[in-house]
């Protein structure tokens, strides 16, 4: 597989192990499931596939708590696993690239079990961030901080002699202890894991949490701006936390950030392929995201101003114009999400209403909890105009299928430690989590042989199956297909956006090369431009354009 900068306009689909495909019937996901399927996401026409994790874990956090960055849980299966999986996706023309989790391991990490027994000022306790407490015991955490997952960000440890002890730092779960990048030895550490993957072969690395790693000199309490906030630091679709400014945070988007970015830059350009680095970086404005990619640092950052972004005309123009000039003026492509494993899936969010309309997972208490026709019609618009855009996209696994975020999970079935920490007042991320079904009428779905999944699924999945809907073309998963390949027959990933005016406000329209692209956000039909017709997002009459629709024409 060559490089020419492949990254600039791929699009890469997000697999989350546990819920994508089950070779074994034990009703969680793996490697050899995964591999399974890998032509059907060839037929589909994406370029990349971006693994979460699956490492060795406890999964207290569905395997973002690392115990092991150089080896597979035994839950998905092995290193031969991935070797077989990589290898498969490259003869079919699929990148693979594997998630990174630095900012904080398990505390079941040796790492951190070796912190524990060295004890206060041992070289050992300088790879995490342990401090002594405030108050006259040290019964007091070292300053203010909350968790993103609800809570304090400290937890006391017990020393070995049976006293209470230092406290330690997790931005997270307390089972994730964060690590202390200013140790020359955690850089260390993880330039051996890049290469560990690099050497296997993988294609490059999404970095969680790549906004962290660095906290501000002296550890100093968080005073929210003057109008709220959360002291969760991140936005409000990252369930848990509400809207700010990553920057007024001292554990968020810290300068010393990007000196580890252009350090591991330097390690995967010893690779040839064009090996990349994507950011998971919550932070505002997106002139402050084009940091992380400028030309010695990452290669892709994600694009949550976009996945934030409502359904309506000006606010989508507004951040398209945006998003494409702050990218562009440090010479790196725009990126486009919709969905992932941490938000509610868009085919249910573009039709919330109420108070809630982001951020805290949804549930069966949720107010303003959405249509369902609403929301898929509006999700199938989203998704054909995110696709027509120039630069890179991102696609979550079941998207494509039109899955809705599962309500109705269960309280007894809930796995996020969002739900227990927070005692059951946000529900977290588990609805967007819940295993995909590949076969209308098999057991599980055709998730796995068995009728076993780890979340239960809903009886919907029996009419949104990937079977169900293969060669169906009025199905999201063929509109998808359409999209893909017209997307790469047309270049749309390296071209521009030529805005065209006068069909309304709630109409979002531009030229990109030879496509013109129409999406109607309002309720108002309006009349299309001239061309012929190469796309719907739903059925057409003559040259009307309904609402919640885009339609993509050749100019």
Not at 104 to 111: E, I, R
Not at 305 to 326: C, F, H, K, N, Q
Not at 399 to 424: K, Q, S
Not at 456 to 466: N, S, T, V
């Amino acid at each position: 597989m060559t490089g020419s900068e492949w990254w600039r306009t791929a699009v890469i689909y997000q697999i989350y192990p546990r819920s994508f495909a089950d070779s074994n019937g034990d009703g969680m996901g793996d490697l050899a499931g995964i591999t399974s399927r890998l032509p059907a996401l060839r037929d589909l026409g994406i370029d990349a596939i971006w693994l979460s994790p699956f490492y060795t874990s406890p999964q207290r956090d569905a395997g973002y708590d690392v115990a092991d960055y150089c080896d597979v849980d035994p839950l998905f299966g092995t290193l031969d696993d991935f070797a077989t999986l990589q290898a498969t996706a490259h003869d079919l023309g699929i990148r693979v690239i594997v998630d990174i989790v630095p900012n904080h391991s398990s505390n079941d990490h040796p790492w951190f079990q070796a912190a524990l027994a060295a004890g206060p000022g041992s070289e050992e306790r300088g790879h995490y961030i342990f401090r002594d407490g405030k108050g006259v015991n040290g019964q007091l955490p070292p300053n203010n901080w909350e968790s993103v997952f609800g809570g304090l960000a400290w937890t006391r440890v017990m020393e070995a002699d049976g006293t209470p002890g230092q406290w330690y730092l997790h931005l997270f779960d307390s089972s994730q202890p964060d690590l202390d990048w200013q140790s020359p030895w955690v850089r260390a550490q993880f330039r051996d894991v890049l290469r560990f993957w690099l050497d296997r072969g993988a294609d490059g690395f999404r970095v969680d949490v790549a906004h962290g790693m660095i906290k501000a000199a002296g550890l100093p309490d968080y005073i929210p701006p003057a109008d709220g906030g959360s002291m969760g630091g991140a936005t409000a679709l990252e369930p848990g936390v509400v809207a700010e400014p990553a920057a007024t945070a001292p554990y968020w988007a810290q300068p010393g950030v990007h000196e580890i970015y252009r350090d591991w830059r330097l390690v995967l350009d010893e690779y040839p392929g064009d090996r990349i680095l994507a950011a998971e970086a919550w932070v505002d404005p997106l002139s402050h995201v084009a940091e992380w990619v400028r030309p010695d640092e990452m290669h892709q950052a994600f694009n949550f101003a976009y996945l934030e972004t409502l359904w309506g005309g000006p606010a989508l123009r507004r951040v398209i114009d945006d998003s494409l000039a702050a990218f562009s003026a440090v010479g790196a492509p725009s990126t486009w999400v919709l969905s992932n494993h941490d938000v509610v899936r868009h085919a249910s969010r573009l039709a919330l209403t109420g108070d809630n309309l982001q951020g805290h997972g949804i549930g069966p208490k949720t107010v303003g909890l959405p249509d369902t026709v609403v929301g898929l019609r509006r999700a199938r618009a989203a998704s054909a105009l995110m696709l027509a855009l120039p630069g890179s996209s991102y696609l979550y696994q079941g998207e494509e299928l039109g899955l809705p975020e599962v309500v109705d999970l269960p309280d007894t079935a809930r796995e996020d430690p969002t739900w227990f920490r927070t005692n059951g007042e946000r529900y977290g991320r588990d609805g967007c989590r819940v295993p995909l079904p590949w076969v209308g009428s098999a057991p599980s779905y055709g998730f796995g042989p068995t009728a076993a999944s780890w979340l239960p699924q809903p009886a919907i999945w029996g009419e949104l199956a990937r079977d169900v809907q293969e060669g169906v073309p009025t199905s999201t998963l063929e509109l998808y297909k359409l999209a893909l390949r017209l997307r790469r027959e047309h270049g749309l990933g390296l071209g521009s956006v030529s805005w065209l005016n006068g069909l309304g406000d709630a109409v979002v329209a531009f030229t990109n090369g030879s496509v013109t692209v129409v999406a109607n956000t309002g309720a108002a039909s309006v009349t299309l431009p001239a061309g012929e017709v190469l796309l719907a997002s739903e059925p057409l009459t003559g040259r009307t354009l309904p609402g919640d629709t885009t339609a993509w024409l050749l100019a």
